[in-house]
Every structure is written in C-alpha cells, then in structure tokens.
C-alpha cells in the first residue's frame, strides 16, 4: 500500500499576477463641425468628381477630400462702340464714338469680379479709384463697413464723395475717353482669386481685338510683369512680326518683356 509519506510533491512553475497597465487609454476626439462639413461636401460633390474626370477636367485631393478647380469664363470686351452704338444720355451716336486708343488688360475676373459681373470689382482693387481720380469721378466712398472710417488711401483722393457714380457710369466715362477693358485670359480653371492658380487656359483673341481697332496706339497690362510674360507666350509669333509690337520707352516696360526691350513697333506695351 501507498502512503502520504511516499508521495513527493514537487511545486510547480510560480504564478506572477498581472501588472495593470498605468497608459492611459486615448479615446478617439469627436470630428469638429468644421471636418463634418467638410465630409459632407465630399459626400455632395462626388458625382461631380466622377463626371470631372469623365469630362477629362483636373482636380485634386488634400488630405482625403477631393476638390475641383471651377472653370470660368471672361467677359465680353468694354468700349465705346459696345456702349454708345445707340444715342444715350450723354447724347453720343453711333456716327460720334470715340476710337480706342488704348487697351486695358486684366488676367481674368477674380471671385469677387464673378459674383459682381465687373471689371476689377474687388473693393480694395486700385484700377477704378486711379481711373476716377484721372477721369474726374470717385468709386465710392472709401469708408470701411466695418469701421465706418475713411481707408488712409481715401484721404488722398482728389473727388468728393458727391462724385461718386456707379459701376456702368464709371465704364461709360472711362470708354467714352477711348479706353478698352478686357482680359487676358478667356476662360481657365482655377481655385480663388491668385494669377497663379490659373490652369488649362485659353487666351482671349487680344490681336484679333488690335487688328480691328487701327487707331489703337497702347496694351496695358493691370497686373505687372507675370502678365507680361503670359502675353509673350501666347502672343509669341505677333510679337515676332516687324513693326507690331514693342515696349513702352520706360525701363520697367522694356525689362518685363525681356527679349523685345529693343524692338520698335506701332503698339506699345505697357
């Protein structure tokens, strides 16, 4: 027989408990309102993305979310012959409009100018406040909405503000002087306001413009030397013809065109 006595016991394999974990547990943050609209409009224009790419248009993504570049369009050109071919209050008839002698050129309409229908239509935009401080007419006021004070630039003024007209008066005034307004670009695709932005561009036909106005003596280009340089490239065989083309005699003008600074033509660049 066997006793207790007979039997060793042998311990076993020594059990440690478990040690709590001291990390604290990260609990997912709550999407701020701000990603939620986001995820909604990514939701609301995916059957434009899919009809985008269809349609062969480009967008992008940033961090997940698809966006599309818009395509926009320019408008018509501005002078005389659009405005006054019927007799008008300034008693003008289509046997007295004025000849275009010079051409005004924009890039193309930034947002602000597309919500307003206008030429230069932001309210901080310089063109129609040295327009009118050149042509005898204020663009507005010059006061701040929010402040309800006058902008520093406003002081320096020369027109009061009982000649301040509106958008069409200041157009009428400014092509009845023999200017032209019109822009660079046709139509493009591009997200906000920046020149830089621009993508799949199709230029406005400017020679095709200068070809039937004769007596047009100067291009103005609103925007700077980035302006310049897209007119030279798209205009790169006009700018080639003898006796079409050339730099305004300043040193600005002959700098931003570059290769042309020397050449001598009938229409001067600005």
Known sequence: SITN????????????????????????????????????????????????????????????????????????????????????AKNQTKNHIPHVHTLILGTHPSVTSLAKNEYFGHPMNTFWWIAGDCLGFRRNTGQSPRTKKLYKFATALRHSTDQVITYDEQVDVLTSKG??????????????????????D??????????????????????????????????????????ELMPEDD????????KYRDKRGKIKCV
């Open 179 to 200: 200017f032209a307004l019109w822009d660079l670009v046709q139509s493009c695709e591009r997200n906000g306001s920046l020149d830089s932005a621009i993508k799949n």
């Open 5 to 88: 006595n007979d039997i060793t016991m042998k311990p076993g394999p020594r059990k440690t408990p478990p040690r709590k974990s001291t990390r604290v547990k990260r609990q997912p943050l709550p999407l701020s309102p701000s990603w939620k609209k986001k995820v909604v409009i990514s939701a609301a224009i995916a059957p434009a993305v899919a009809l985008s790419v269809k349609n062969g248009s480009k967008s992008s993504s940033t961090a997940g979310i698809t966006t599309i570049s818009p395509r926009t369009n320019s408008y018509a050109a501005l002078w005389a012959g659009n405005r006054f071919s019927t007799p008008n």
């Open 202 to 243: 199709v230029p406005n036909d400017i020679r095709g413009f200068c070809e039937v106005h004769p007596h047009l003596k100067r291009v103005v280009f609103a925007n700077g030397v980035g302006a310049c340089r897209y007119f030279m490239k798209q205009f790169r065989d006009w700018w080639e013809v003898e006796e």
């Open 251 to 258: 040193e600005l003008s002959r700098r931003a065109f570059g």
